[in-house]
């Protein structure tokens, strides 16, 4: 049984889930190093591939778990996904290499997938248009503490504990956070509007899905935009141990960076009735461009090593305008799928995280030991997701109709 939810604690409960994504990336940032040290690192695989195959399992997860979604109700959904995570989580925490940490953080990414899709189609579910963008932006102003404190937090866990006492907290996260959403939120898809699990039904809508123009348009640019994000977290501990020779005071560092997510969020859910997510979104581009493509200029310039206070403003910049394109980007792509906002919320989640596996995979295998790759990636992710959302923009808008 659950009993009414307040507004605020549906989006304090969203926020929650999704930003167990966010923890689980974030948190082990640290410990990368240590994991290194501990278990060896030969190649193909690196300590990079720990926040890559995680993204990568999350590419699997979300064209499973969405489609559940639509069929069984985003709770179920929910919940089934939460107990993979924990499957993965205590399987990496008893890895003894980094084969298996890798392969927990797969089944972890899988599982997060469930948190991160069903709670997008339950927003979906209960709101529209801008004020679907400006309730995604409120979540995203409310997790943002998340990548600004786990770090730091997550680094002293470490000292005192290790790397695995790190797998430890994420297990006691996502049993409070099941526990709460069985507890407290009611389903938010009446059977009536459910869509039966038929792999040909899945193939059919999935084909009207990614017919839409605008939808793949959009799947593309936002896979682009968390690409360049996910290039840097998995290249941030190095870089700012190799060019900048820090290590202890890494958390302060990556938190200032990830205020400037949290400051766009913020003023994004405040302005993005006034002037709509498509014109928001045009604006976050351009500012992504420009920042990445300054800091290409700078770095090539200074063979690779910016000053430290160089590095943050572009940083700072980069991030704000992708903070930007976050409350929208799922927004404009979510407005057209009507009655398949569970697989369509896959789909779009699925493509863009494999996209964006592929991009930071790509360009980090080529990680010197300085600032070039990450300018070039913020540059590469400004320019072409900017004409790919302009040409997304120009199509069709209209919802996708279901095939049962």
């Not at 248009?129 to 102003?141: I, K, L, N, W």
Request: aromatic letters at 10%.
């Amino acid at each position: 049984m659950t009993s009414a939810i307040s507004f605020r604690e549906r989006i304090a409960l969203y926020a929650l889930l999704t930003s167990l994504t966010s923890v689980s990336i974030d948190a082990l940032l640290p410990g990368l190093r240590q994991i290194g040290e501990d278990l060896g690192v030969a190649p193909p695989l690196s300590t990079q591939h720990v926040i890559s195959l995680f993204i990568f399992g999350m590419a699997f997860g979300e064209l499973l778990l969405g489609p559940l979604s639509d069929a069984m109700g985003r709770k179920k959904a929910l919940v089934l996904g939460l107990a993979v995570y924990a499957v993965g989580t205590v399987t990496a925490m008893l890895a003894g290499s980094l084969e298996m940490v890798i392969l927990g953080r797969f089944l972890q990414g899988v599982g997060v997938s469930g948190p991160k899709i069903a709670t997008r189609a339950m927003i979906r579910d209960q709101f529209e248009g801008e004020a679907m963008a400006r309730v995604m932006s409120f979540m995203f102003t409310l997790f943002i503490l998340v990548p600004m404190l786990a770090p730091a937090l997550a680094q002293g866990l470490i000292s005192l504990a290790g790397w695995r006492a790190v797998f430890g907290v994420y297990l006691v996260i996502a049993m409070l956070l099941g526990v709460w959403l069985v507890m407290r939120q009611p389903e938010t898809l009446p059977a009536d509007r459910r869509i039966a699990f038929r792999p040909r039904l899945m193939v059919r809508n999935g084909r009207r899905i990614l017919s839409k123009r605008r939808v793949a348009l959009l799947i593309i640019a936002t896979g682009i935009v968390f690409g360049a994000q996910l290039l840097y977290l998995g290249t941030a501990a190095d870089l700012f141990f190799d060019v900048y020779g820090i290590k202890e005071t890494f958390p302060f560092y990556f938190a200032v960076l990830a205020a400037g997510v949290g400051l766009a969020s913020f003023l994004n859910a405040r302005l993005v009735q006034r002037f709509g997510m498509d014109a928001m979104a045009r604006a976050a581009f351009m500012g992504l461009a420009s920042a990445g493509l300054l800091m290409l200029i700078a770095s090539t310039l200074l063979d690779g090593r910016l000053p430290l206070v160089a590095l943050m403003a572009f940083g700072f910049a980069a991030f704000f305008a992708i903070g930007v394109l976050f409350g929208n980007l799922n927004a404009m792509a979510m407005r057209s799928l009507g009655q398949v906002a569970g697989l369509g919320a896959s789909l779009i989640a699925s493509g863009s995280s494999l996209i964006a596996t592929l991009f930071a995979i790509g360009l980090g295998s080529f990680y010197d030991g300085t600032t070039t790759i990450l300018a070039t990636g913020f540059s590469i992710a400004g320019v072409s997701s900017l004409v790919l959302a302009e040409l997304a923009i120009r199509a069709d808008s209209s919802p996708v109709v279901a095939a049962r």
